[in-house]
């Protein structure tokens, strides 16, 4: 397999305005993250305003994460079509559209058709900005430059509940993409202005049963364990059947690309072991911080009954000191490799966890902040050193692919870590409920909840102590090539 055919090359750098093209980059990220985690503080008055559960409200974040699921694996092969400012703009396009149309949503349906709209512009975006990063700063600067990013992709996450809080305090949760859409056309235009192409086009060509195995397999993996934690039951049989036919498809569609002179996605990726580290540890890690994004502020809303504002303000300080240290992060990881920052932040996140699975409705709100400031410290020793020695190993020719595997897998671990925990709440608070004294009681309804919550954070004990052992594999890349 020539892996050199199957990946868009570098141009000549020589005329590439770095600083512009990574501002365009930071600011489109930005506000697609910020209205993501947003919404994760307006769930309870989205649930009550359309009449929902808690497990369909949850499709606002799988549906999301499905979509990326579906068209991450194909960014290899797109950005081997069209340009850097092409993939930009269009990606923006699509965010602005979803936006807009989420900011007149008058149904959850309407809402779920624009968050999977959304989806479409970050589906194109993620792995476009990796790529050009990786094309346009050589190795040993990538560390910093990656940080830079982290700064922006995390602090994103960190304003958006507490944003999202002040506005549904005076408004409705319509207005978060309301204060997003200025927001984005901003970003259009600075784009449309600072934004060059920085690979040669290869088109080649299309197979399209590739597309059909990934789209059926990582489409039915996700939707699977997404139909679990729904409510389904992991004996369901549509979870059996779309998880079983998925895991088929992704096997068939691996096969495939091994055999192809020009693969849709190059698998020669995961010869590079340090790769292969990486992308444990960054699904690991997804799986932690996204589960726990999504039972914190329902735990702190329904089991101690704080306002949105309150809650978004309680879960501040630490998605901000994680931002602020990711460039710290990215220039010890520049001088000390990433070892002396990934398992230390393993250890912290497990511990952190057991303290979760220790909250009842006596839990302080400082104990919370404290929790989640470690957990957010953990994260950032993790994420970033993983991800860019993982990627550093691969020679330019794989750039494409590799960060297309990375991302695809992110979202579809970001899922699956999701729908678990919200399978395992539901069955932790049925099983409270069945023994209770008094079910009609509305305050054993919020114990048998929170027992619920408790039990979840289990499940990010046994990840993390999975990503500590992996972590004690893990060395620094000797970068023998250059960004060209």
């Not at 306002?307 to 309680?314: E, I, K, Q, R, S």
């Not at 950032?380 to 691969?394: F, H, R, V």
């Not at 009609?440 to 408790?454: K, L, Y």
Request: proline share 5%; hydrophobic share 55%; charged share 5%.
């Amino acid at each position: 397999m020539d892996s050199n055919n199957t990946a868009a090359t570098a141009v000549d750098t020589s005329n590439i305005k770095t600083m512009p093209i990574i501002i365009s980059f930071l600011i489109a990220g930005f506000v697609g993250l910020f209205s993501e985690t947003a919404l994760n503080i307006a769930l309870q008055n989205i649930i009550n305003g359309f009449g929902i559960s808690a497990s369909s409200a949850q499709w606002l974040t799988t549906g999301y994460l499905l979509t990326l699921g579906v068209l991450v694996p194909v960014s290899g092969l797109i950005m081997q079509w069209f340009t850097t400012r092409q993939l930009f703009l269009t990606s923006l396009v699509f965010s602005i559209i979803g936006t807009l149309i989420a900011a007149i949503a008058p149904s959850f349906a309407v809402l779920l058709i624009a968050r999977i709209v959304q989806a479409v512009g970050t589906a194109l975006l993620l792995p476009l900005m990796f790529n050009t990063i990786l094309n346009i700063i050589p190795p040993h600067r990538r560390g910093k430059a990656m940080g830079l990013i982290g700064l922006v992709i995390m602090f994103a996450p960190a304003v958006g509940p507490t944003v999202s809080g002040l506005i549904i305090d005076k408004l409705t949760w319509h207005w978060i993409f309301w204060f997003s859409l200025p927001l984005l056309v901003i970003a259009l235009v600075f784009g449309a202005f600072f934004m060059q192409n920085v690979t040669q086009l290869t088109k080649p060509k299309i197979d399209i049963l590739s597309i059909v195995l990934s789209t059926i397999g990582f489409g039915g993996v996700v939707y699977g364990f997404s139909h679990a934690g729904e409510g389904g039951g992991w004996g369901d049989p549509i979870v059996i059947v779309t998880i079983a036919v998925g895991i088929l498809s992704l096997i068939l569609f691996s096969v495939r690309q091994v055999k192809m002179e020009q693969p849709m996605m190059n698998l020669n990726a995961f010869r590079y072991p340090m790769f292969v580290l990486g992308l444990l540890l960054i699904l690991v890690s997804m799986m932690v911080m996204l589960s726990s994004m999504i039972l914190l502020p329902l735990y702190l809303q329904t089991s101690l009954a704080l306002t949105p504002l309150v809650a978004g303000l309680t879960m501040l300080p630490g998605g901000v000191i994680n931002g602020l240290l990711s460039p710290v992060m990215g220039g010890l990881f520049d001088k000390f490799g990433p070892r002396f920052l990934v398992t230390p932040g393993l250890i912290i996140v497990t511990l952190v966890m057991f303290g979760f699975s220790t909250i009842s409705l006596e839990t302080s709100t400082s104990f919370i902040v404290g929790l989640h400031i470690a957990l957010m410290i953990g994260i950032s020793m993790i994420m970033m050193p993983a991800q860019t020695n993982g990627l550093n190993q691969l020679p330019p020719s794989l750039y494409p692919d590799g960060t297309a595997i990375m991302n695809t897998l992110q979202q579809v671990a970001g899922a699956i870590g999701t729908a678990v925990a919200i399978s395992i709440m539901t069955a932790g608070s049925d099983r409270y409920m069945e023994s209770a004294a008094n079910p009609q009681d509305p305050n054993t309804a919020i114990q048998a909840f929170t027992e619920g919550v408790q039990s979840s954070f289990i499940f990010g004990i046994i990840a993390a102590i999975v990503g500590v052992v992996i972590s004690f594999f893990i060395r620094r890349v000797k970068v023998d090539h250059q960004a060209n």
